[in-house]
């Protein structure tokens, strides 16, 4: 994706209030991110650990999404799980399940839609082998390259849909 500006990324939440965006700090490399190699913007909030964000592109415009972690459901660090966006294989915790509170009159009465999804939100990283996990090789896959980066944009899609419907 291109890279963006402090400015931009804050206008582009959908699913919280001015007030949330107000107080919600940006990732502290935003400069060095390899935005060529994002397919979104993930970062956790410095000041909130259990507060996480996503920024997608979808035909040219940005949409900001603002996740909360939930703790407890402590698993065995052995235990292995699946981030339901890049389909990456965790173990120890990298994965978590993460809500967004739906768009509209669904979110006022407090509508969520939850996913797992990698901890640190480098999705886009562990798709291109940028980045390994813990787990050593999870599946192995046969998808070439392009493949996977359109299943991760594919299901970064129904997610946002599935969050702004
Ligand atoms: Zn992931």
């Known amino acids: 994706m291109r890279s963006l500006t402090e400015t931009e990324i804050r206008a582009s939440f959908v699913n919280c209030s001015k007030g949330e965006v107000k107080r919600m700090d940006m990732p502290l490399d935003l400069a ?17 650990p259990e ?23 402590a698993r065995g660090f ?30 006022r009465q407090n509508n969520t839609v939850g996913q797992y999804l990698c901890t640190d939100l480098a999705c886009s990283l562990y798709v291109r082998g940028k980045k390994r996990t813990a787990a050593g090789r999870g599946l192995d896959e046969t ?18 849909g599935r969050v702004t419907a």
């Open 51 to 73: 507060r996480a964000y996503l920024v997608a592109e979808s035909d040219g415009h940005l949409l900001g999404l603002a996740l909360r972690s939930s703790s407890g459901a």
């Open 78 to 107: 052995t235990a292995r799980s699946m981030c339901s966006l890049c389909v990456t294989t965790h173990t120890g915790g990298g994965v978590a399940l993460m809500t967004a509170r739906r768009t509209g009159e669904a979110g």
């Open 32 to 48: 060095e991110r390899p935005w060529e190699d994002l397919d979104f913007l993930g970062w956790r909030d410095p000041g909130a």
């Open 143 to 160: 998808l070439s390259l392009d493949a996977k980066i359109a299943r991760i944009r594919h299901n970064l899609m129904a997610f946002v």
